[in-house]
């Protein structure tokens, strides 16, 4: 998540250069075939070409809408995670009086967290965070996911048997949490507990499995495919036909200017051209890559940071005073 004032205009123009690169060249083009080889009859009307702006500006505000809705969601989900945490180790630390079996409890917490952020890491095939325009800007700042094993993640936490037998299972989140549910009823029965926080603590594990199939969902549902590759059909289309339908209206303005300009008031359909497709495809872009908010872009929600923000807090509730240390913003990122 980008946590500066705004992303300079030099760093969104290089993100996106790629694509400005094709639009010069599709602008240049119809005003080399119009304008020096004399091919008049390429004009495209030019109502044709706004018809299908407007067309294609509802559908990409309506990607970008939907795209930043999951995102929300999904800060939504871990602010949750966060407060359930909380509630967690507060109710862990003040129903039982067995420090051992109270930091076993917590730090098997901080296992599950760390299984679910690196779950959340994994590729999906329709994920892109690997291609090349936000790949090349993963070099201004490093996920941690990506640079840690993740054994010895887990080693910190849990003991080498019980890492063991999660790593043999399909879900490793699904049984981290089953094995908190089995240790806190084995000690409800061996020791007679109060019925009541026995089912506080049974509803934070509840919830902290809804919590975890919330992230999943997000995770393993791809904004809409048949939405996706309209949106990228529109807006290529739109940026193709653009400067064919500039091409007569701007012509038209020879019969104003003058001086230098008189007579070549076509060659500005190339710039305007860029610039207006430019609007587009960046929309377009920024809508792409907004629709997975795990994948580790420099917009996605920081996953690492709240976990690490987490583990501070609930090891400090264990009065602990050697905590790690926060994950600091990477040129303005945290992740």
């Known amino acids: 998540m980008h946590i500066g004032k705004s992303y300079k205009l030099f ?3 290089f993100w996106t250069r790629r694509k400005i690169y094709t639009l010069v060249i599709l602008g240049t083009v119809p005003v080399i075939l119009y304008h020096l080889l004399g091919i008049k ?13 407007t067309a294609t500006a509802f559908i990409v505000g309506f990607k970008n809408t939907q795209t ?3 995102t929300r969601e999904a800060q939504a989900v871990w602010t949750n995670i966060a407060n359930t945490s909380k509630a967690w180790a507060i109710m862990c ?4 009086q067995d420090p051992v079996f109270v930091r076993a409890m917590v730090y098997r917490h901080f296992a599950w967290l760390t299984a679910l952020r690196y779950q959340m890491r994994e590729e999906r095939v329709w994920e892109v965070a690997d291609i090349h325009h936000n790949a090349e800007y993963q070099r201004y700042y490093e996920i941690p996911e990506r640079v840690t094993d993740f054994r010895e993640e887990m080693l910190k936490y849990i003991p080498e048997e019980e890492l063991a037998y999660i790593s043999g299972t399909r879900d490793k989140t699904t049984q981290l949490l089953a094995l908190q549910s089995q240790a806190m009823r084995s000690v409800y029965e061996s020791t007679g507990g109060v019925p009541a926080q026995f089912i506080e603590i049974q509803r934070a594990l509840n919830n902290l499995f809804s919590q975890q199939g919330q992230c ?14 309209i949106n990228t059909i529109f807006v290529r289309i739109f940026c193709l036909l653009l400067p064919f339908g500039m091409l007569q209206e701007v012509d038209q303005l020879n019969n104003l200017a003058g001086g230098l300009m008189e007579g070549n008031m076509i060659w ?12 587009y495809t960046s929309l377009e872009q920024v809508g792409e890559s907004t629709e997975n908010p795990f994948e580790g872009n420099a917009n996605d929600v920081p996953i690492s940071q709240i976990c690490r923000d987490i583990e501070i807090d609930l090891r400090e509730m264990l009065g602990e005073t050697a905590l790690p240390a926060r994950l600091k913003p990477q040129n303005d990122i945290v992740v």
């Open 11 to 13: 760093d969104f123009l």
């Open 41 to 53: 009859w390429l004009v495209v009307p030019w109502t044709v070409v706004s018809i299908l702006g």
């Open 268 to 279: 500005l359909v190339i710039p305007f051209s860029v610039l207006i497709s430019w609007m």
């Open 68 to 70: 930043y809705s999951r």
């Open 93 to 96: 630390r003040d129903y039982f």
């Open 216 to 229: 999943e969902s997000l995770k393993d549902t791809p904004y809409p495919r048949q939405y996706s590759i």
